[in-house]
């Protein structure tokens, strides 16, 4: 299947072509032209896998050219890394990058193995490739139309978009070839690129934040590929492997030779998914631009890590007992605690990004916790955490970087009345945030499906961390929508601008639409493809959830979405029939000024309060990270020790 080959190599064509082209209309026309091609690609691909019925396919057999490919790229990363390290004297974090690189180079060049196929296209990489694309897409796309108001707003930072799209689509190819690989060592070298691309568009604004927060995401990842390269090395020492389902296989099988390797993995992937105590390096990446931060906390980056543990948790039950393994407690906890961390953190946040930001790792926590458990009905409610996750987080975070561009400001204060000032992108906002919490749609859905798996799993630990957490974050969104959804009067504001261009229209108007159609779509969505899907994993699968209770889900969901168009359509008529408020003095007109009784001018302030000094990430960040570090070494040690 040549449509493989080519969703990997032509967004690394494109990136090269923006290299050449550089900035401007031709560099623009290349970069819709191209995220338009890959979009239309991942569909097509994906309709071509549904056509099929979804058969498992094992590919390209005889890979001697690419093998030697991948090794030169592995060997161009690791230097570019090294220079980028000596160059900002963060010596240290070369190693991590030149130990697994060697290690990888000497199992490839001296060892002999046996043929294997080194694609494998199922259910579950058909919908990654096709959320990489979408998504992915549509995030470039609205990019073009971003970075024009990014740097008309911050002319202290050299304008390189052309820098920053091309980095846009490398990051594309690594994660295409990412899903697809059946080797370990293709899946090292995409893992690799991963780590490397997000660091370098975190460090997009060479300011003195940016360029520290990139280090931090990069020797975090650069250590969770440092753990899995151990593990590749490892297994392919003791059973002479390097296919990556003969790995998944023997841990499913209780191969004693795989319980290092596995775990190893697992722990890798905590790093990706930016778990505690690797959270910070996502929260740093909150300095990039808007466009970057969307790609990294929606469909690329941190869900490499989610895609991994749903590969390996059929692994985290025992083969005998049918009880969790050491492994999968350890990576359940985790993300239960991360879970219910992160989401008290968030409460304590003003600024929309942060939100964003915790709100990601807490969710990605729920996925991890869920992957971890390994079953049928935490794997199902996983796949769909991690699809409307994808999509609301993409639409969430684009329309933040357009209201920010609109209002100079992204603290969510100054939303105040948004459906007012900016209905359009209110509208957009309320949608992503419903997809987010609001019952009964697919995250809340998911949640509740979780909750019951650990009931029925014992295990209480995480069913705790899961209830607290979920009650945690419905408060800060409710904070949220409260503000967007208030009606203010606007009669002595400064207008502002509503968002113009019509890339970054497209993009919000395409996943606004995926977001409503994924709600009412659910149940067809879980009947026809999640169910096979875990059919695929797991024997003897039934309906984690009634087809009934899931239609009549539905028609409520119909009624929910309801409430932003009816609202904004009323909005002008509600605000010219506004009264004033008393005071306590004379109000001024605009309800935020008034005369008191003395004569004095007055300012009234009305805003949430957000315990920062109590909740907030300084005040917690630290004792969860030496938490969540004991649970790994104390855990580590009983799995390592038992195994050797």
Not at 60 to 69: C, G, S, V
Request: proline share 3%; with cysteine.
């Amino acid at each position: 299947m040549y449509a493989i080959p080519f969703l990997i190599c032509f967004p690394l064509l494109v990136a090269f072509l923006l290299g050449i082209a550089g900035k401007g209309k031709v560099g623009n026309a290349i970069t819709i032209a191209g995220a338009g091609v890959i979009m239309l690609s991942s569909v097509g691909f994906f309709i071509y896998c549904a056509l099929n019925g979804f058969e498992s396919m094992e590919l390209f057999f005889e890979t001697d050219l690419a093998d030697h490919i991948i090794l030169a790229g592995e060997i161009l990363l690791m230097i570019l890394v090294t220079v980028q390290c000596f160059r900002h004297r963060k010596y240290w974090i070369s190693l991590l990058s030149i130990i697994p690189t060697c290690m990888i180079a000497y199992v490839e060049l001296t060892g002999e193995q046996e043929e294997m196929a080194h694609i494998y296209v199922d259910r579950l990489s058909a919908l990654m490739c096709l959320i990489v694309g979408i998504i992915g897409s549509l995030i470039i796309i609205y990019a073009v139309g971003y970075m024009d108001g990014y740097h008309a707003h911050h002319k202290e930072i050299t304008d390189r978009r052309y820098y920053f799209f091309l980095l846009l689509f490398v990051f594309m190819g690594a994660m295409y070839g990412f899903v697809l690989s059946a080797s370990l060592i293709w899946l090292d070298f995409f893992w690799e690129l991963t780590s490397v691309c997000s660091f370098m568009l975190i460090g997009y604004t060479r300011l003195e934040e940016a360029v520290t927060n990139s280090f931090r995401a990069l020797w975090m990842n650069l250590f969770g590929g440092l753990a899995l390269a151990v593990g590749i090395v490892y297994y392919n020492y003791n059973v002479g492997d390097l296919s990556f389902r003969s790995f998944i296989e023997e841990g499913i099988l209780g191969n004693p030779y795989s319980v290092i390797p596995i775990t190893l993995m697992a722990f890798a992937a905590l790093t990706k998914a930016a778990q505690l105590p690797f959270s910070t390096w996502l929260l740093g990446a909150m300095v990039a631009p808007t466009p970057s931060s969307a790609l990294l906390h929606s469909a690329t980056m941190v869900k490499a890590g989610v895609y991994v543990l749903i590969r390996l948790s059929p692994a985290f039950q025992d083969a005998t007992t049918g009880n969790l393994t050491m492994t999968g407690t350890m990576i359940s906890l985790i993300g239960g605690f991360t879970f219910f961390v992160a989401s008290i953190m968030a409460v304590a946040q003003a600024d929309a990004k942060r939100v964003l930001a915790l709100s990601t790792v807490s969710n990605l926590g729920l996925m991890v916790a869920c992957a971890g458990v390994g079953t049928p009905e935490t794997i199902w409610a996983c796949i769909f955490l991690m699809i409307f996750h994808a999509v609301s987080k993409a639409l969430l975070f684009l329309d933040v970087g357009a209201t920010e561009n609109a209002l100079f400001s992204r603290d969510i204060e100054n939303m105040h009345g948004l459906l007012t000032r900016l209905p359009r992108l209110a509208t957009f906002m309320f949608i992503g945030i419903a997809g987010m919490f609001l019952a009964p749609f697919g995250m809340l859905i998911s949640k509740w499906s979780a909750l019951r798996a650990m009931v029925d799993e014992k295990n209480m630990m995480t069913l705790i961390l899961i209830v607290f957490g979920s009650a945690t974050t419905s408060f800060y969104w409710s904070k949220w929508m409260g503000k967007i959804i208030a009606h203010v009067n606007t009669e002595n504001q400064e207008p502002v601008k509503d968002v113009t261009k019509k890339s970054e229209l497209f993009a919000l108007w395409i996943e606004a639409v995926m977001m409503i159609l994924l709600c009412v779509l659910f149940p067809i969505l879980s009947k026809v493809y999640v169910d096979p899907l875990l059919d695929d994993m797991f024997a003897n699968n039934g309906e984690v959830l009634p087809m009934s209770i899931l239609y009549m889900l539905v028609v409520i969901i119909v009624f929910v979405f309801a409430i932003p168009l009816v609202t904004s359509a009323y909005s002008k008529h509600m605000a010219s029939n506004m009264k004033m408020s008393y005071m306590g003095g004379i109000n001024t007109g605009n309800n935020h000024n008034f005369v008191d009784s003395f004569g004095e001018p007055k300012k009234l302030f009305l805003t949430n309060y957000y315990f920062a000094t109590r909740i907030g990430v300084r005040k917690l960040m630290l004792p969860s990270q030496i938490v969540t570090f004991a649970i790994l070494l104390l855990m580590g040690c009983i799995i390592f020790g038992g195994a050797l």
